[in-house]
């Protein structure tokens, strides 16, 4: 298997500019309802989820790939394949009442890993929405952990 290709360090120039296109990228989605923003080069569909700091307590915002179950949003801890678990992952866990915005709709929901059964059902319509998430499966040994945004009632 090739090597996976590394995420710039911490503190460095690439992680910093790559940071501030994040930022950038989150504030131009909110300012336009995801008309700038909404799609990432061949990325879509993308829904900007808001998250606590599990430690730190800070508000963050990650733009991230969907796909929609009923009610239900649907993201993926992929990280490229990484061996990994995203950090956003571990605040959702800590912190799982948040905020999700699709185009200019915002609303509150209530995050959770989806159990077994329920990824073996969303894994291929995951898939389908994003074709490289497939990809990142076969790049690592951890299993990629599916999230259901799921309206607060």
Partial sequence: MPSLPKGPPPGSFGLKVMNRFTALNVFLYRRTG???GGTIGN???IALVDHLGAKSGTKR???LVYTRDRDDVIIVGSQ???PKTPSWVFNLRA???TTVQIGNEKW???A?????EERERLWPMVVDTYADFAVYQARTKRKIPV???TPAG
């Avoid at 959770?112 to 077994?116: G, S």
Wanted: net charge positive; no cysteine; glycine share 12%.
């Fill in 34 to 36: 995801g008309r700038i």
């Fill in 61 to 63: 915002t990650t733009p």
């Fill in 95 to 97: 912190n799982p009442r």
């Fill in 112 to 116: 959770r890993e989806a159990t077994d």
């Fill in 147 to 149: 999230v259901v945004l």
């Fill in 43 to 45: 990325i879509k569909p």
């Fill in 80 to 82: 490229g394949g990484s």
């Fill in 108 to 110: 509150e929901v209530v």
